[in-house]
């Protein structure tokens, strides 16, 4: 087995839409210490990389071993903990894109296993979950503790998605709503009605944050698709996307159709009585900008270090100040702070 103190980072996924921009940017910043990882062991191999599949737990385990690997970046999401847990016994880190709370849940359950191993594993990490964490927390902070958190994500209908990320995203609209519609604004984008969607981050901030009430929803740039999409899911005719056959019919058309643009928008509304602060946050292709954020993470990892344990993006300070070192990236950050009409009275 190979020292992994100065090892290489597996990018698993690592020639997917996500997968693309974290082995570009890790390889600028770490020259000839990243390997790029998929099933496509020749196409891996042409970037330098490595046949991996998450389904193979016994060839992933050797390959960490034979490789002396220091970090994981997780641009595919596995079926459960496996493959985390697999990394953070050995010492390895794990950067994690997933969006499914289940499994994070349960890679969250493997805190002890990480801390013991001197490892950290970084949740939460991308676009949504990843940046609306860190608007939330802000937003939370600027009410004093938020009672409620409503959270919008609006999604460019023409950028290219990864065969992954929409495959979760028709997962997503077979789940039954759990809250009602709400119009908010966006920048650049006017008045949107959002729909509730099952992203991780509600769940997330919750219990790091402990705001009792939090939702996010989703809308895309196209108004139109957004009207036919929810109105389909409210018809309950979308459920049958669990069904494989449907749900691959459904995923290749999300796949195909590119009605609107390339860029994205973030809003996080914090409510505390009568006190409201709203932060917005817009890029473009929410694909680059997910691997941009897992990128800084394992490069915080690999050069100041992070406290051992499993942790999401909102509970690392270090890494609060992400969506302004995006700045350079196309990410622009928007505050809007309401105070309580009393207050502002007195002052
Ligand atoms: N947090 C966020 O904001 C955010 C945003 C976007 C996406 N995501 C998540 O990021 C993940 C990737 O999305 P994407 O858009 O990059 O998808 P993608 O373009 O389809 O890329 C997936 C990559 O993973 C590889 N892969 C698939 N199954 C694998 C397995 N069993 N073992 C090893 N490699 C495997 C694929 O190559 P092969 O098929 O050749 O193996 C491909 O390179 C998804 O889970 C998505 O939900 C998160």
Redesign the pocket.
């Known amino acids: 087995m190979k020292s992994i103190s100065g090892g290489p980072v597996l990018v698993?996924?690592?020639?997917?839409?996500?997968?693309t921009a974290v082995t570009e940017r890790l390889g600028e910043w770490f020259p000839g210490r990243v390997l790029p990882?998929?099933?496509?062991g020749a196409?891996a191999r042409s970037l330098g990389g490595v046949r991996?599949?998450?389904?193979d737990p016994d060839h992933f385990r050797r390959l960490l071993d034979a490789e002396g690997v220091a970090a994981v970046v997780l641009?595919?999401?596995?079926p459960d903990e496996g493959i985390a847990r697999a990394c953070l016994e050995r010492g390895v880190h794990v950067v994690d894109?997933?969006?499914t709370p289940r499994r994070l849940d349960a890679v969250e359950g493997l805190h002890d296993v990480a801390a013991g191993a001197g490892a950290s594993a970084v949740l939460s990490?991308?676009?949504?979950?990843?940046l609306t964490n860190l608007l939330a927390h802000r937003a939370h902070s600027a009410v004093g503790g938020a009672a409620r958190l409503d959270v919008t994500v609006l999604l460019g209908s023409g950028a290219r998605?990864?065969?992954?990320?929409v495959r979760?995203t028709v997962a997503g609209l077979a789940e039954p709503a759990a809250a009602g519609a709400r119009r908010t604004a966006l920048p650049g984008y006017g008045v949107r009605a959002a729909h509730p969607f099952p992203f991780s981050d509600q769940h997330t901030l919750r219990r790091t944050l402990g705001i009792p009430e939090a939702t996010t929803r989703l809308c895309l740039d196209s108004r139109v698709l957004t009207g036919l999409l929810f109105a389909l899911r409210r018809t309950g005719a979308l459920r049958a996307a669990g069904r494989p056959a449907l749900a691959g019919l459904l995923t290749e058309a999300f796949g195909r159709v590119h009605l609107g643009g390339d860029g994205f928008a973030l809003r996080a509304d914090a409510h505390r009585g009568a006190a409201h602060a709203a932060l917005a946050l817009t890029g473009r292709e929410?694909?680059t900008v997910?691997g941009l954020v897992a990128a800084y993470a394992t490069r915080e990892l690999l050069t100041a270090g992070l406290p051992a344990g499993v942790h999401h993006l909102e509970q690392l300070p270090q890494l609060a100040d992400l969506p302004e070192r995006l700045a350079g990236d196309g990410v622009r950050v928007w505050t809007r702070r309401r105070e309580p009409a009393r207050r502002r009275a007195a002052g």
């Not at 991996?52 to 389904?55: P, R």
């Open positions: 698993v996924g690592g020639y997917g839409a996500v997968g990882g998929g099933r496509d196409r991996v599949d998450t389904a641009c595919v999401e596995p894109v997933g969006a990490v991308g676009v949504a979950p990843g998605h990864g065969a992954d990320a979760w929410q694909s997910t």
